[in-house]
């Protein structure tokens, strides 16, 4: 289109947009960019996946593949990643030659439970306590300290509760640590929590922050189910969260979407946030802004990463994101012809259990 | 995603939508797709366009390329079409083999402005009055009898005031007919009219129809330039205007977005609608939707093509719609930064006067 880019690290419409993976949230920044006018070029592994229907072009190779990466850099303009287990030696490749958003500090704290753990209690926020564990002595001595019930993590690679394991009271140490894989790990000890909740925000290249508002989550089988908005918490405690939000994304240095996942535990005027999780990317709890808010996460990326200005993080009533997972995605018609549903599918191929298959959000008059 | 279809003619996600023409149209319907898990595959002949950057597939071929055609029609569930003027043997050859929808009579009727304005008037509607014009002979007696102002149309392939030229009071009728080429044409008298109108609508397999609000369009340079909803009609003109559409649906047998272009004449009690032209495919005049509507029109026209159940076509506030030609691109960051613009660039490369290039929506509460 030949416009002109704004500041130094602005693009303009018509620039492209590099995406390492190719899932539904890689897809739903697509379709985003395209709003804008921005093209999309997905990295990703599969020769099939639900990204690849709807951007302008493809790269099929693996992630260490350096040849295959570099044309990547040069066809791009910025690049961004859909999910934090983007290889640590691939960002690099990646930041050498083309600007990375979210960046490499957001990805080598988010990737470690212990670093990430460690660098959110150093900036004064809580978390639940935890122990490094190396080692099965390691094990018995955190589980002494922390007691049970508990959970051994995966210091990597953990998601919808893959890589971890609880510790209960009959559970044996030397088989929960077997169970794992005997990898390096943290033990957490157990935050008994009135709800879990979410702020998903995002910062641009010139350090404004814009934060959805606080949302509850539902999980079942580990899996997010249901998204609701507003949380039910105090106006003191969203404004802690969202603060909390804030502060980690300023000492990241973080340009992009971003979610912290929070327990809520205490009640009344003892109310308060432990923060649980940063995930450095779009996140399936924001799902509910597409139609819920001014501007959904997704467009909110792309402006980020872009070095456009955000939108308005404004909600437009009280909206629930209800996940589709395996089966549930069958009951597409019957979503279709609900009033008010918005029903988005990912385009996948095959139902699996517990694979996500889309969403629906509805929306309703704020209550007055 | 293996889902089985409800109805004989209903498709299931999964399924692949054809869509005739790669431009902004297209674009908007693929994007829409993408949300229900259809795949898009677009035939046009030009090797880059808006579409290509979001649909699954492509084949870039002439419209009489039969072979081409063949392919495609294997490659799809249902075919669409962007524009209008798809030529009816294309349309034929591809009607043979899939669905088209919407289907050959509306192409038919609506290709031709003779006999679109005696279909109009054959229903009972109003039109400008209108005289067909083979020959020089013919516009005299025309013009005789319609008087001046009065404007001369071609039959076919006219838009945004393309292939029309007025006839005032010094106009030489011979220079005329010779300035639209001398082709077959139609000679409508002048309407005075107060506004312009639109009705943006579906009809699905089953016969169900949904109108958006009525909306009021002002043109520059014959272009749309802004669509303002609600229109500042009367309840018995807006609902005399929708039910126009509904009879001209339902007598097209037709299925999926269309609009009529209404003239408002007279005032109060006197205020009524005059027919002025049918649009067989998403329109401008409906971009509104995007934000502005429960479901937006590029959403309801894929779920009417594919056989799924139409969406409420509710409105959500006062919306404005301004289009975004040629130059007028460049503001596109001042519009990001605009609280409650949304923005939608068409990913065309180069801005040239009097091309669409995007547009925005605004959406306002209603007024209590």
């Known amino acids: 289109m030949s416009m002109p880019a704004f ?62 990466l570099a044309r990547f850099a040069d066809a791009v303009d910025v690049v961004t990643y859909e999910f934090e287990n983007v290889p640590a030696a691939t960002a690099a490749f990646l930041s050498q030659r083309k600007p990375l958003h979210p960046g490499a500090r957001a990805l080598a704290v988010t990737q470690d439970r212990l670093s990430e753990k460690s660098f959110v209690a150093e900036l004064g926020l809580e978390v639940a306590p935890f122990r490094a564990v190396d080692s099965l002595g390691d094990l018995e001595a955190a589980v002494a300290a922390l007691g049970r019930p508990s959970v051994l ?23 929960a640590y077997a169970a794992i894989g005997r990898q390096p790990a943290v033990l957490e000890g157990f935050v008994t929590f009135a709800r879990e909740v979410s702020v998903v925000a995002a910062r641009g290249t010139d350090g404004t922050f814009a934060a959805f508002d606080l949302c509850e989550n539902e999980h079942r089988d580990h899996i997010l189910a249901f998204t609701r908005v507003p949380a039910q918490v105090s106006a003191p405690t969203e404004a802690a969260a969202i603060e909390a939000a804030r502060q980690i994304a300023a000492a990241l240095g973080y340009v992009g979407v971003f979610a912290v996942e ?9 109310e308060r946030v432990v923060v649980n999780e940063i995930a450095p990317r779009v996140h399936n709890s924001g799902h509910w802004t597409s139609e819920g808010a001014q501007t959904s996460q997704f467009h909110q990326h ?6 456009f200005p955000l939108g308005s993080a404004a909600r437009r009533g009280r909206v629930e994101m209800e996940n589709l997972i395996g089966d549930a995605a069958l009951r597409w018609r019957d979503l279709l012809a609900e009033p008010g549903a918005h029903l988005h599918l990912y385009g996948k191929h095959s139902a699996r259990p ?15």
């Open 7 to 68: 500041a130094g690290q602005a693009l303009a419409p018509g620039a492209v947009l590099g995406i390492i993976g190719g899932g539904q949230l890689a897809r739903m920044i697509a379709l985003a960019a395209a709003d804008l006018g921005i093209r999309c070029h997905i990295f990703a592994p599969e020769t099939e996946n639900p990204a690849f229907d709807v951007a302008a072009a493809r790269t099929v190779a693996a992630y260490e593949d350096e040849a295959a």
């Open 153 to 175: 993590k995966t210091r990597r690679l953990g998601y919808d509760g893959k890589g971890q394991v609880r510790i209960l009271a009959g559970t044996d140490l030397a088989e």
């Open 262 to 270: 929070l327990f809520v535990v205490g009640e009344g005027a003892s």
């Open 302 to 307: 792309v402006r980020a990463v872009c070095g």
């Open 354 to 368: 517990g694979r996500k298959m889309g969403h629906v959000t509805r929306v309703w008059p704020e209550r007055s």
